[in-house]
């Protein structure tokens, strides 16, 4: 098994430091375990204020709500450690949602899923190009492509969902396999196959090189314009696949679904403790920064907090983890 | 200049002359002493050089200094006064000017922008906006520049200036302001020889007038030049502080490495007549003159000039990094240019580029993927890295290369510079490539690392490799090339054998000079 990503340094805060606590000194260590002790302090807390949450219920229902988000961010993932980001993964996912139920309503599912990751392909592998060859900044570029997707997606619904969706897609959405919604296996396929890509394949080196020294990359060989066409091209199917399941869910193609989604991946890649300047990042801290952002939505849901709140809460919470990743960086 | 300052400084009854005092300094990181009980002393009107390896300590006592680190025990005194700065302002403000060994402008502004920015002169507008007072910006800067020897337009923005001259705005910057002690962390390592001489004379103008200077470098040459004293640092504790005429170069050499170093250029010769590589009208895009030499096996073969000469651009051009207009390049036999730095390399082509930190490794990846990143193919099963290929490469090359790093998976950049610059190396060394083209590769890079390089670099051709190096430092291209070619202009004005070698006649030809 190879790991790419560097171990820290021997850090053994021996003799010479000043006393800490064995908490900090274990952070200070393990700097990553940050991520799943905030999960798992939110957590806490929301179990002891409210009856409902650690019901098997609940916590399906928190991993199926944070299914199409997880999805995105894994593609997400992959594009912000090859060094740039994609703000069009939001409007890529209305788009292949709606052209996948549109060819699904016409009759043929396999040719709805194929139109939809094939749409989100198309956008991903445009986008790089645009950053790389044309070497349009990825803000310029995806934000671009974010208004033009958008557009794309109403006017091919004209503004109207794609409802009648077939029944056998539609379970998608709804059933599980021993309790588990589909939805949440989708995500652990799309998951598990991410994370060995970039653990243990080559291209995952590559990725890596790239967004950590990009003209170190290309001396060493590494052909840098192809491999982030290749992150942002899987960060474009990624998208069109989250946008398939979320019509699953909704049972039709929606012109105006995934709005924020490009804002909300982003930060659950930083909630993971990602830098936006490439280089570092792991899928599964990414999942952990997703279900955080995904369990405080729900824990304000139970204790009824209006969504107008959330959503300050939620902003805030991703600032603060950010300064906090900052600080704990330069410390 | 430093009078007035001088008034409110100096302890009666202290020891008059001295400027700085540093007592039994230490300071640590994660349990490894940095420094162990350092003590350093600056007199007025005195260069102190520090010379040691990289990872000696050197930059961490000037850290300490200038209150970006924090000593653990240990004392400051300043004119007599003790003094803890705990930011690189107050340590300005105490007239402390550091000139850093990277470099700190923006380069979007202008030459006067940039030194006054610290300190931006203002005019009321109407009697009461304050508004930046840009005649006397540039009158200021001009001034200084002259009293600096420097020839520039301090309206040209610093993206439009070479290294050299980005360095002399990092030095006029520092030194616009009232500085009783000057702090130069390698500041010769970017500069041209006529340069490094308009600045020792600025030094010594500085020195006339009571300012004291501390000078790091690890050129022993410049060091004699220059300093009255010197403070060699070998593993955070001071190994000798003499004056400079009481220690002769070997010896300041010895305690540096802390063992003999009998002979700086160890070459072995393994010329062979066999032409490894041969260059026929090859046109840079940049230079449009046609340029044809051949390299042998087994032979390294210098190329040298001054900066922006085009040598290490010939490099850049060969390796596929800079574009070539015209000419072929035959490399064992086969024809034809090679068009992306990918294409270099299946020909058995690799290049160490000067700036190892920005071009040569992906910094925040561990040794481990810098070894193996131009080597994918070879690590790769079934689309997958092979944890027993990995190994298999990367353990002999790192025992091979002598890379000090705790393990494989250490981040490159928690590594000294000469062990990033092996890094470097060994990962060509497992492409197998038969042509080497290094740019400056023992830059910045202290004397014990240097002399592995070269006998790294002896090994290379010892097996059949021909290696192209670029190196500015004249004593090493002759130290260590078969034959030289000198470069101005992208041209070559002159090519010399071995036997022909001489420092005057190359520097001639390099400066145009030749008659």
Known sequence: ?331 | MTQGRDAAGGAPGGQAGTLLAMRGISKSFYGVRALRGVDFDLATGEVHAIVGENGAGKSTLIKVLCGVLTAEHGSIELQGRRVQFTSPGDAYAAGLAVIHQERHLVPQLSVAENVCLRRLPARRLLGCLPVLNRRRMLAGTEQLLETLGVRLDPRAPVSALSPAEQQLVEIAKALNQEARILVMDEPTASLEAHEVEALFALIRRMKGQGTGTIFISHKIDEVYAIADRVTVLRDGEVAAARACRDLAPQEMIRLIVGRDVRDLYVKEEHAGAEVALAAQGYTLQRFRTPLSFEARRGEVLGLTGLLGSGCAEVLRGLFGAAPVVAGELVVGGRRGRARSPAAAIARGIAFVPENRQVEGLVMNLSVEANLILPNLRRVSRWGFLSRRAVRRLVTPLMQRFDIRAPRSRTAVKHLSGGNQQKVVLAKWFAAQASILALDEPTHGIDVGAKAEIHRIMNQFTGAGGSILLSSSELPEALGMSDRMLVFRGGRITARFERHEFSQERIVAHAAGMAS
């Open chain 1, 1 to 331: 098994m190879v790991q790419f990503n560097a171990a820290p340094a021997a850090a053994t805060l021996a003799g010479g430091e000043r006393r800490r606590s064995r908490w900090s000194l274990l952070l200070a260590r393990y700097p990553w375990l940050i991520t799943p002790l905030a999960l798992l302090v939110m957590s806490a807390v929301a179990a002891l204020l409210s009856d409902h949450f650690l019901t098997v219920r609940n916590v399906t229902n928190i991993l199926n709500q944070a299914a199409v988000l997880a999805i995105v961010s894994v593609g997400m993932t992959v594009v912000i450690i090859s060094g740039g980001f994609d703000l069009s993964v939001g409007s890529v996912v209305s788009l292949a949602g709606c052209v996948g139920a549109a060819v699904m309503v016409r009759g043929s599912i396999a040719g709805g899923v194929l139109a939809g990751l094939g749409i989100g392909l198309l956008v991903g592998v445009m986008n790089g190009v645009v950053v790389s060859l044309l070497n349009v900044s990825p803000f310029i570029a995806t934000l671009g492509a974010m208004v033009l997707v958008r557009g794309a997606a109403l006017l091919f619904t004209g503004g109207v969902p794609i409802v009648n969706l077939p029944e056998t897609f539609t379970v998608v959405g709804t059933e599980g396999v021993f309790g588990i919604p589909i939805p949440v296996l989708i995500t652990a396929l799309i998951f598990a196959v991410f994370w060995v890509l970039l653990q243990f394949t080559p291209l995952g080196l590559k990725i890596y090189a790239v967004g950590g020294n990009r003209e170190a990359s290309r001396l060493s060989g590494v052909a840098v314009n192809r491999v982030t066409i290749a992150a942002y091209g899987i960060c474009g199917a990624l998208a069109g696949a989250a946008g398939l399941v979320l019509t699953a869910r909704l049972r039709s193609g929606q012109p105006t679904a995934g709005e924020f989604y490009e804002l909300t991946s982003i930060a659950a890649v930083v909630l993971g403790g990602a830098s936006l300047t490439g280089g570092e990042g792991k899928v599964q801290r990414t999942v952990l920064g997703v279900l955080i952002i995904q369990v405080l939505s729900n824990s304000l849901n139970l204790l009824n907090v209006h969504s107008y709140w959330q959503r300050v809460l939620v902003g805030g919470i991703i600032i603060v983890a950010a300064a906090v990743d900052r600080f704990r960086r330069t410390a």
